[in-house]
């Protein structure tokens, strides 16, 4: 198991949200197989694993993920004669996305940020609003939003630079005169250091991040609001609008185009609305 670790840090380049998730898994199977070593693991053992951890179906497709990732490995290493997992079925994993806003909605959202009045600290008001600006106008993750740097941002060519994204991929996405204003008077001037403080002085977290979003959708009367669902309104909207499929891939920085594509089935889906909606054929039911 070490050496399988060793291998995802050095060869793979894994994220460390990765590097923790297979981990736990692995340990998981080890403590089942007792003083067995990991790659002697069977199908049945392996199943029986998955019986006793339990967990939703996407905990139980990462899992198995996990353990492909691990026996494929295995079999390259010469460990074992063939891949325990070849049978395992992966659960169907429901792919919903969380609620999008209208664009009126996101509008009154970003201009109108939760002042943070609990944290007592001058300058929250303008952060939020910052923070808001880049979470829907750049539909950067909540992990890129905490991670900015003011050296990753250029508010002459309106351009932020999200370094080691998702993958550990780099991207440049444009920033519109909204979010370069907000990050204009918040920043005050300050030429270095992470973009989005707390109250110490120090780099903000993605907690603080959510709790923030969450509060201004409160304040605008919108539920359920949080720093995801500004990112799929950012990718839905552009795709209303006009934009390509393979352009919002590049801003959101998604590795497989079939990950963008569910905002075009969603697209879909108000059309078809529309559709049933205004069309004389839709409304009679046919033509009888």
Do not use: C
């Amino acid at each position: 198991m070490d050496r399988y670790l060793a291998h995802l840090r050095a060869e793979q380049d894994a994220s460390p949200h990765t590097i923790r998730a297979y981990s736990r898994v692995l340990r998981e199977l080890s403590a089942l197989l007792g003083e067995r070593a990991l790659h002697t693991a069977t199908r049945f053992d392996l199943r029986t694993y998955l019986a006793r951890a339990g967990g939703s179906s996407a905990t139980m497709a990462q899992r198995i993920a996990a353990l492909r990732a691990y026996f494929r490995w295995a079999m390259r290493e010469g460990l074992v004669a063939e891949d325990a997992t070849e049978r395992l079925a992966r659960p169907r994993v429901k792919r919903s996305l969380p609620r999008v806003l209208e664009a009126a909605e996101a509008e009154a959202l970003v201009e109108n940020a939760a002042g943070g009045e609990r944290e007592g600290a001058p300058g929250v008001a303008l952060r939020n609003t910052a923070i808001l600006e880049l979470a829907y106008g750049a539909g950067l993750r909540v992990s890129e939003l905490s991670g900015v740097d003011v050296r990753d941002l250029d508010l002459v060519g309106g351009l932020v630079h999200v370094r080691e994204g998702k993958g550990r991929k780099d991207r440049r996405v444009p920033i519109g005169p909204p979010a370069i204003e907000a990050l204009v008077a918040y920043l005050a001037g300050r030429a270095s250091g992470p973009v989005f403080l707390n109250p110490s002085g120090t780099r903000l977290g993605t907690r603080s991040i959510h709790t923030i979003v969450h509060r201004s959708g409160v304040k605008n009367g919108l539920a359920d609001v949080h720093p995801h669902a500004l990112r799929h309104s950012f990718a839905t909207h552009l795709l209303q609008n006009g934009a390509d499929i393979r352009s919002i891939q590049e801003l959101l920085g998604h590795a497989s185009l079939s990950t963008t594509q569910r905002y075009a089935a969603i697209d879909l889906d108000r059309l078809r609305e529309t559709w049933q909606a205004s069309h004389p054929l839709a409304q009679r039911g046919g033509r009888g």
